[in-house]
């Protein structure tokens, strides 16, 4: 049956991206649960819990770089790996998702050795206070003691997912986030650890994950598998894996930019209540943005696999079935929150003030939601089609030249410090979502022209 499901090269391409599309945005949905549920609980921990939010939000920028290392392996990775496949190579697939295997588990422990050791000055920088730092090292000393758990569990997982068994990559993320559902209120309360039961938590529902995504890719259902000969890393397999990954792993990492410089501008301006309600506004665009991306890996194996196989039609009914989906769903979004604030924000906090202040800032910091339709769609079909360069300065665009900017230079034209400050996302995402989207209409025709004619020339060979 599995066989039947996902069929990349000759299934109806309407019905593959169904078939796909919802397991992957019910996986990253469920995969949201895993940085959402800590920061719920911890945000009702009585009397203390806008602080220990605020310094669970100042270890933000940590979680997120090593999430977005795994990034960089796996959807680099997995996008080669599903175009070899397509081409029928699945020998050199297979080295690659050994070579991707072995540098998981080296940065998992590098990531561990690096932020241990320099974490207090480090979360300081993030925006830590005297009021905050307890709570931020007692969630990150647990957190980055199980990194190799994070690499392996999300990186590898993008390795089912691209094959089409996008059902199997949603059982790893919900098997985890049900294990750290569970261990949350127990750890948190029951036991009384408060932010380190949080963190201990989430590493053993990712260590469980690992386990589950390792124990697929050795089996014998899976058409990539782990084989012993491939493990040993080679440059030669990994430096393409790696400028393909560049853009996810930038698009990823680049938000602890993004959180540092939030966390230190909001410090200046308005203090600890700021820095909680990014927070908040982060951990609710955190989610939407995971459903995002969860539509476009959906779309991505049928991408990627039909333009390796030279079926350019069923790319192209693909991408405009993706682009339509995530416009839709975008400006949804855009509209539920907008509309309804103060329904996202009560999930995280109760103090009045705290949502008071939440809520303004949400309906500032989603203002141009409804453009992140064409940023995702058209930027991760770049990413299928093997386009690094074009992914790399679009991952870039949105938050290194527009957003990090804009945090630090709008200040200085609005009396508003803090709205200014929150003012820079809708600015950043409009400009980002314009630009992304008028590239790719122009380049698209020209990749798709370019691989008629090696297809060709190779008919002809």
Request: charged share 15%.
């Amino acid at each position: 049956m599995a066989k039947r499901t996902n069929d990349l090269g000759r299934d109806s391409v309407g019905k593959l991206l169904v078939r796909l599309a919802v397991p992957t945005v019910t996986a990253q949905l469920v995969n949201a649960l895993y940085n959402i549920v800590d920061r719920i609980y911890i945000g009702h921990i009585e009397e203390v819990g806008d602080l220990a939010l605020t310094g669970l939000g100042v270890c933000f920028p940590v979680i997120l770089f090593v999430s977005a290392l795994s990034a960089l392996v796996g959807m680099g990775g997995a996008s080669r790996a599903v175009v070899r496949m397509g081409e029928g190579s699945e020998e050199r697939a297979n080295a690659i998702l050994g070579s991707c295997t072995t540098l998981l588990t080296v940065l998992g422990l590098a990531a561990t050795v690096v932020f241990l050791a320099v974490q207090e000055p480090m979360l300081y920088l993030f925006g830590a206070t005297e009021e905050t730092i307890g709570y931020a090292m007692d969630y990150m000393t647990i957190y980055l003691l199980g990194s190799i758990f994070v690499e392996l569990s999300l990186g590898l997982n993008y390795f089912i997912t691209a094959q089409g068994f996008s059902t199997m990559g949603m059982m790893t993320v919900l098997i985890g986030a049900v294990i750290n559902i569970v261990l949350d209120p127990v750890f948190i309360f029951a036991f009384d650890m408060g932010v380190r039961g949080a963190a201990l938590a989430t590493i053993t529902a990712q260590a469980v994950s690992a386990v589950w995504v390792v124990w697929f890719l050795v089996g014998k259902r899976t058409k990539l598998r782990i084989l012993r000969r491939f493990l040993r890393p080679r440059w030669s397999i990994l430096a393409p894996v790696l400028a393909l990954g560049l853009s996810p792993f930038i698009m990823q990492a680049t938000e602890s930019l993004v959180n540092i410089s939030f966390n230190a501008s909001l410090k200046a301006y308005g203090g600890n209540p700021a820095v909680g309600a990014m927070t908040i506004c982060s951990s609710v665009m955190q989610v939407f943005s995971l459903l995002f991306q969860g539509l476009s890996q959906g779309a991505q194996p049928i991408v990627g696999f039909n333009y390796g196989s030279g079926q350019l039609d069923r790319v192209k009914a693909a991408f405009r079935l993706l682009f339509i989906s995530s416009l839709v769903f975008s400006c949804a979004s855009f509209a539920a929150l907008e509309l309804l604030p103060g329904v996202f924000v009560s999930l995280f906090n109760d103090k009045p003030e705290l949502v008071e202040i939440g809520v303004w800032a949400l309906r500032i910091y989603v203002g141009c939601m409804f453009m992140l339709g064409i940023q995702f769609s058209c930027q991760q079909t770049f990413v299928a089609l093997g386009q690094a360069r074009i992914s790399l300065f679009l991952a870039l665009l949105r938050k290194i030249i527009l957003l990090i900017p804009l945090i630090f230079i709008l200040p200085h034209f609005f009396a508003d410090k803090v709205f200014a400050v929150f003012l820079a996302e809708p600015v950043a995402d409009f400009l980002a979502a314009a630009t992304t989207g008028t590239l790719f209409f122009w380049r698209f025709p020209k990749i798709l022209e370019k691989r008629q004619l090696e297809l060709a020339e190779q008919k002809t060979m």
